[in-house]
């Protein structure tokens, strides 16, 4: 069977640690390189919970989107949850990589994941990354087209529907009844990227973390530039429709998405570099942090 030093080789080609955003720091934080894997299993966040259904299921390798130690820590001890799980994961010999925004830019990866399961096509990187050598075009989110229109009422349904459920739902900004082809998105926190978005002439933005603020200055901007279109002034793109509508996903769960792809691709990586099998699985643990949503 593989060790995991050949299952991380694998991940690190599929998932690539040079796409990843300066500031990020994915790649492996637990576990023994010459450690056998025979199962891995794939979650968004590494909570407790998540990590202690991995090891009943016997996991060798827990691999989640979100970093355990997103900004500097200084400690891994008893004293916090972080150091608890370190414990915990070294004491079942379970390790643990992290897929971040090196997954979100990869062929494969969490955006390409969601675009190809909302149904677009011709996607490609909103923000490309350079990479010469790459065989397929990496990059921040992806621009695509549906292969026909439809209201952004029924859009938000489908991407609804895709999404695993949440308390929390989909969030719309926009007129439900106004048509929608052309989409952009990016999993994730993504209210940096309007001027990409308005500049790929998207007609809706599907992305997380959607802020007051910078929603009602993008939408009052849109309309804005619709109202000046229908008067014949060529401002931003189209007619006088206004876009971008937003739709607003819950984070974990639009990143989620990357698992239906990663469960098949890892196993077949690994067994085409190695000659090994492994199993693969993604939790069904819900890991969004909301626990109702209440409208009374």
Request: aromatic letters at 8%; a negative charge; glycine letters at 8%.
């Amino acid at each position: 069977m593989p060790n995991l030093k050949q299952v991380v080789d694998v991940l690190e080609a599929l998932y690539p640690l040079r796409y990843a955003e300066q500031w990020d720091e994915p790649g492996l934080i637990v576990g023994d390189l010459a450690a056998p894997v025979r199962r891995i299993r794939f979650a968004a966040d590494p909570t407790y919970a998540v990590v202690e259904e991995a090891i009943a299921d016997h996991a060798d390798l827990l691999v989640t989107h979100h970093p355990l130690f997103f900004r500097a820590v200084h400690e891994v001890s008893g004293l916090g949850f972080r150091g608890d799980i370190v414990r915990r994961l070294n004491e079942a010999h379970c390790a643990l990589w992290v897929g971040h925004t090196n997954a979100d830019a990869s062929w494969h990866g969490v955006a390409w994941a969601a675009a190809e399961l909302f149904g677009l096509t011709d996607h490609h990187p909103l923000t490309p990354v350079a990479d010469p050598g790459a065989a397929h075009e990496a990059g921040l989110g992806r621009v695509g087209t549906l292969p026909e229109p439809m209201t952004l009422r029924d859009f938000a349904r489908r991407v609804a529907r895709t999404l695993p459920h949440t308390e929390l739902g989909v969030q719309v900004c926009g007129d439900l009844d106004a048509p929608v082809r052309r989409v952009a998105l990016l999993p994730g926190s993504g209210d940096s990227m309007f001027d990409e978005v308005r500049a790929a002439g998207a007609d809706v933005y599907v992305t997380s973390d959607l802020r007051h603020h910078p929603v009602t200055d993008a939408i009052e901007q849109a309309r804005y530039e619709a109202r000046m279109r229908g008067r014949g002034l060529a401002l931003g793109h189209g007619d006088a429709h206004v876009r971008p509508a937003f739709v607003n996903t819950p984070h974990s769960a639009i990143e989620s998405l990357w698992f239906r792809y990663a469960v098949e691709d890892v196993p077949a990586a690994v067994l085409a570099a190695t000659g090994d099998e492994v199993t693969a699985e993604r939790t069904t643990l819900v890991t969004d942090p909301w626990t109702a949503s209440i409208h009374d």
